[in-house]
């Protein structure tokens, strides 16, 4: 060992963004948990993720920017 920080290199990221109905998440080594946000703080979806279990659905919401929290971390989505 090097010393290197081994999770440097795996920072979640989602994608496609902007989305038409579904994102994934990439780096996902554990089970986690979900909460999508509309701009006004309502929450429109919660769930888990783990390594088999990557995709978070955005299709039944309408058009428009959301964030999504992965446990400590924080992503804007756009969906069209």
Do not use: H, W
């Not at 989602?14 to 080594?29: A, D, G, M, Q, R």
């Not at 058009?63 to 400590?72: F, K, L, R, S």
């Amino acid at each position: 060992c090097l010393g290197l920080d081994e999770t440097a290199n795996t920072a979640l990221a989602l994608y496609p963004n902007p989305t038409s109905s579904v994102v994934k998440v990439i780096n996902i080594t554990e089970e986690v948990t979900f909460t999508v946000y509309a701009v006004n703080g309502k929450v429109v979806s919660t769930g888990s993720l783990s390594p088999n279990a990557t995709e978070i659905d955005l299709s039944m919401v309408e058009n428009g920017m959301y964030m999504v929290q992965i446990d400590q971390q924080l992503f804007r989505v756009v969906k069209k």
